[in-house]
């Protein structure tokens, strides 16, 4: 292992058409000290030949090539691979600022944080982009402080591992959950999070998310796809089920993601499925109801939505309209 040398991870699958551009703001990096490992996860089109090609450019970037086996394989493999003290993940269809790295190496010497994290801008592919993250009080946290501002999307922040750079002391022997086709990432950083002591965190948008092209997973939307998200809520639920701050915020994303995921049912007319998300929906609702983090207004809107996944938010804000 190289004790400066910093991995970065990119799984790619069917990004032809944005993939160099995410290797060229690789090359484009004020700290040199880096090897790129793109991992073609079986792709269709022509990304694993431009991924070899690419390769033959700097001898910085390696290309391996596997049968197709989901974005959690393809990140593996590149964990496998790594030789470096610290990995970072990035999206083939993403980029990065030319002073990415530096900044996030600095920030590491600066802090001993075994995480360091900063913040994105939402790229449309026009040109236009939208940076919602926003300072804290504090740029150091504990891991729970952190998990929780993110699983409230508090001030921007997300459960995204494309925005840290992580200690390889701390991923020692953790891998991504290949059972999990949405919400891995997330999973994967909640495991993260609960073996380590420090996380830095600046808001800074070094990193660029592109959001609209078809079939980015970040706005599309299916029962399958939140079947998949709350199986990976409930498995970082069973890892902080003992942490008080993140508990009760836990089960109130679980309330709402089985409330849409019973809607999702509704839509697509699978009665059981229907039933089953509603009655997790109810369990959800009732065990926030006594928790003093949770607001009066989410327990009114959940317990509502959660009766009547269909009709609960449309009541909920008649009576909140009617208050007002």
């Known amino acids: 292992m190289n004790n400066e040398l910093i991995s970065i991870i990119v799984p790619v699958y069917k990004t032809e ?11 484009a990096q004020t700290d040199g000290g880096w090897e790129l490992i793109l991992v073609d996860d079986g792709s269709p089109d022509g990304s694993g030949a431009l991924c070899d090609r690419l390769a033959g450019e700097d001898a910085r970037i390696r290309a391996f090539h596997q049968e197709n086996a989901g974005v959690s394989a393809a990140r593996n493999r590149g964990l496998d691979e790594a030789r470096g003290a610290f990995a970072v993940f990035l999206d083939s269809d993403d980029w990065v600022d030319a002073d990415y790295l530096e900044q996030l190496r600095a920030r590491q010497k600066e802090s001993g944080a075994e995480l360091v994290v900063c913040g994105y801008a939402l790229e449309d592919g ?60 997330s999973l994967f950083l909640s495991f993260v999070l609960s073996r380590i002591t420090k996380v830095w965190y600046d808001p ?22 939140q079947e998949s998200r709350i199986r990976s809520f409930e498995a970082i639920e069973a890892v902080w089920k003992g942490n008080d701050k993140v508990r009760p915020i836990l089960e109130k ?72």
């Open 17 to 27: 058409v944005w993939l160099e551009k995410c290797v060229r703001s690789v090359l």
């Open 126 to 185: 026009t040109g236009t982009s939208e940076a919602p993250s926003k300072p804290l009080a504090e740029k150091l946290l504990d891991p729970d402080d952190f998990l929780a501002g993110a699983l409230r999307e508090e001030n921007g922040i997300i459960l995204s591992v494309c925005l840290g750079m992580f200690s390889m002391k701390a991923l020692d022997g953790l891998r991504f959950d290949t059972a999990f086709a949405y919400g891995e990432d």
């Open 204 to 225: 800074v948008p070094l990193y660029h998310y592109l959001v609209s092209r078809d079939g980015n997973t970040y706005t599309e939307l299916s029962l399958k796809k």
């Open 253 to 324: 994303i679980l309330a709402d993601l089985e409330i849409i995921a019973a809607r999702l049912a509704h839509e697509a007319g699978d009665r059981a499925s229907f039933a089953a998300h509603r009655k997790a929906a109810r369990i959800h609702a009732e065990a926030v109801q006594s928790s003093p983090t949770v607001s009066r207004k989410d327990k009114l809107r959940l317990k509502l939505a959660a009766a009547s996944p269909v009709h609960g938010v449309d009541i909920y804000k008649r009576l909140k309209e009617g208050r007002g």
